[in-house]
């Protein structure tokens, strides 16, 4: 069964400080890997994509690194800030007949104190 | 939210009442997807469309229907709501779902509350 194992299931960290969040899957044949950042009351929102040849990808302040022989991806947050007070979700993509399909881990909430 | 709508923001209904949802986008995406989020659950996909009157079903397509009459719209509806369908719903679009890495936009979400 095609499974996304996220860790830890919540975390607090004071605002400026970094902190790396992780993902383990089991999903096969693996097409592509996601880290969606969703605020609370709002819908995800795409940080990364990446490919089975790309081992790390960064947007901003989030960089994030995928080991596709252990299955595992990590999404490190530098000088954090209370924007970035949401759910991070990781999101493993396989085939089937073609078509890529999604399977939702879920989730760390990572809470930025002052 | 890049162009995606939902309606009802909020509902709350009574159960064995039917509910409508309905997703409103932009961006004149192929795809069109329903999920639902639960606590201790990631994001399950209940329905999806690759066109107008082209619908297939998810994981979780139980006790919900769709349909797509244009582009632009997709209704999910539940004919007779239980309390296990109490959830928060989003629609979700996209313009590819072939192999690679394309890109889902997600709505703002609608929370639906069965008592």
């Known amino acids: 069964k095609n499974q996304v194992e996220q860790s830890p299931q919540s975390l607090i960290i004071l605002e400026g400080k970094n902190c790396t969040l992780q993902c383990n899957y089991t999903v096969s044949p693996f097409s592509n890997l996601r880290w969606y950042k969703q605020d609370t009351g709002r819908g995800p929102v795409s940080l990364t994509i990446m490919t089975f040849s790309e081992n790390t990808k960064s947007n901003g302040r989030y960089t994030a690194t995928l080991d596709a022989d252990t299955k595992q991806s990590s999404l490190h947050i530098t000088a954090s800030q209370l924007s970035d007070s949401a759910s991070y979700i990781c999101?493993?993509?396989?085939?089937?007949?073609?078509?890529?399909?999604?399977?939702f881990g879920k989730g760390t909430m990572l809470l930025v104190s002052p | 939210d890049a162009g995606i709508t939902q309606s009802p923001r909020h509902k709350v209904t009574e159960t064995g009442t039917p509910v409508t949802l309905r997703c409103h986008q932009t961006e004149n995406h192929r795809y069109m997807y329903w999920y639902r989020q639960d606590p201790g659950h990631g994001l399950r996909l209940i329905h999806y469309?690759?066109?107008?009157?082209?619908?297939d079903k998810g994981e979780v397509s139980d006790g919900y229907s769709v349909s797509r009459s244009k582009t632009e719209d997709f209704l999910l509806t539940l004919e007779s709501a239980t309390s296990s369908q109490t959830s928060v719903y989003f629609c979700?679009?996209?313009?590819?779902?072939?192999?690679?890495?394309?890109?889902?936009?997600f709505g703002p979400g609608t929370r639906l509350t069965v008592t």
């Open positions: 469309s690759y066109g107008v009157k082209d619908t």
């Open positions: 999101v493993v993509s396989f085939h089937r007949s073609g078509y890529s399909t999604l399977t």
């Open positions: 979700a679009i996209s313009e590819s779902r072939r192999t690679g890495a394309y890109e889902q936009y």
